[in-house]
C-alpha cells in the first residue's frame, strides 16, 4: 500500500486564551513506531484527541488509509482499527481482567447490550473467550484473568489498559504516557510488551512518553512539541541529541 497509514496536516486547536497546538503535522506508516515527546503541557495529549476524535481540531486534516477522519467519532474509528489508551488509567471496580476485555470486544463486535449483559451474567461465547485469551498471552495477563481490577498494581492496570485497546486489532496505537507510575521493573514489563505487539502483529504505534530511555529503545522516529509547536521530528537518536531539544525538554540531565 502506499502513502502514509495516517496523516496529520497543519492541526491546530485552542482552548479559550491557549494556544493547544499550532499547525502540528505528522505521519506514520504501517507497522511503524514514533514517539511524541515534550515538556509538561506542550499539547501532547491535545494531539492524540484531536487524531482520535476525542476532540475536533479548530484547523487541519487528519486523514487515516488515504480517508479523511473529520466527521468521525472514536466508535467509529475504532471500527476503521485505531485505538488509543488514556493518560488516567480508568478501571472498573467489581470487573475482572477478563470482564473490562469482553466489554471491549463486544463494544467492537456490538454485541448485546455491553454493560447490561455483562452485568446480567451473559456468559461469554468459546470465540470470544478465545479472542481475549490471545491478547491476554500478549500482554502476559493470562494467570490474572479472573482476577478483580482494583486488586492489580498499576503496572498491571496499565497493561489491561493496552489490551483493552488491542482488542479491536488496530493497524494504528495511540499511547498515552503507557508507563506512567510505573517502577523500573514495570516499565521494562511494559516496553517489552509494546516491543512484541509491534513487531509480531506490525501495528503502528504512537507513544507518548517522558521515559526517554523507553522512548530510545522503542521509536523509530521521534516528534518534539514544545508550546503547541512541533520544534524537531526525525530519527529518534538524531532528535534526542538536538540541542534545541536538550534545552526545551531534556535538560542537561539525559
Ligand atoms: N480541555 C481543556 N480545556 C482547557 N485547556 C486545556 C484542555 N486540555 C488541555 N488544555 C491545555 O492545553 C495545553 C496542552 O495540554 P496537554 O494536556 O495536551 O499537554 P501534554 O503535553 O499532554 O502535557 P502532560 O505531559 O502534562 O500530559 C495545556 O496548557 C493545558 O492546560
Ligand atoms: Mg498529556
Known amino acids: 500500500m502506499s502513502g502514509p497509514l495516517l496523516e496529520a496536516e497543519a492541526v491546530s486547536k485552542r482552548f479559550s486564551g491557549i494556544v493547544a497546538l499550532s499547525d502540528v503535522s505528522l505521519h506514520v506508516a504501517d507497522g511503524e513506531f514514533v514517539a511524541v515527546i515534550g515538556p509538561n503541557g506542550a499539547g501532547k495529549s491535545t494531539l492524540f484527541n484531536c487524531l482520535s476524535g476525542v476532540l475536533r481540531p479548530d484547523r487541519g486534516t487528519v486523514t487515516f488509509r488515504g480517508r479523511s477522519l473529520e466527521r468521525l467519532r472514536p466508535s467509529a474509528r475504532a471500527r476503521l482499527g485505531i485505538a488509543?489508551?488514556?493518560?488516567?488509567?480508568?478501571?472498573?471496580?467489581?470487573?475482572?481482567?477478563?470482564?473490562?476485555?469482553?466489554?471491549?470486544?463486544?463494544?467492537?463486535?456490538?454485541?448485546?447490550?455491553?454493560?447490561?449483559?455483562?452485568?446480567?451474567?451473559?456468559?461469554?461465547?468459546?470465540?470470544?473467550?478465545?479472542?481475549?485469551?490471545?491478547?491476554?498471552?500478549?500482554?502476559?495477563?493470562?494467570?490474572w484473568a479472573d482476577r478483580p481490577a482494583e486488586s492489580l498494581s498499576l503496572g498491571k492496570g496499565r497493561l489491561v489498559e493496552l489490551a483493552r485497546a488491542l482488542m479491536c486489532d488496530p493497524a494504528l496505537l495511540f499511547l498515552d504516557e503507557p508507563s506512567s507510575g510505573l517502577d523500573r521493573h514495570e516499565t521494562a514489563e511494559m516496553s517489552a510488551t509494546l516491543e512484541t505487539v509491534s513487531r509480531q502483529h506490525g501495528t503502528a504505534i504512537v507513544l507518548i512518553e517522558h521515559d526517554v530511555p523507553m522512548v530510545r529503545r522503542l521509536a523509530e522516529r521521534t516528534y518534539v512539541l514544545d508550546y503547541g509547536q512541533l520544534i524537531a521530528d526525525g530519527p529518534t537518536e538524531d532528535v534526542l541529541g538536538d540541542e534545541r531539544v536538550r534545552v526545551a525538554y531534556l535538560g542537561d540531565n539525559s
Open 84 to 143: 488509543r489508551t488514556f493518560q488516567r488509567i480508568e478501571l472498573f471496580g467489581g470487573m475482572t481482567v477478563l470482564d473490562h476485555l469482553l466489554v471491549a470486544d463486544r463494544a467492537r463486535t456490538r454485541r448485546g447490550g455491553l454493560w447490561s449483559d455483562l452485568f446480567r451474567g451473559s456468559r461469554p461465547t468459546s470465540e470470544e473467550l478465545e479472542r481475549c485469551g490471545i491478547v491476554l498471552e500478549l500482554v502476559g495477563l493470562t494467570e
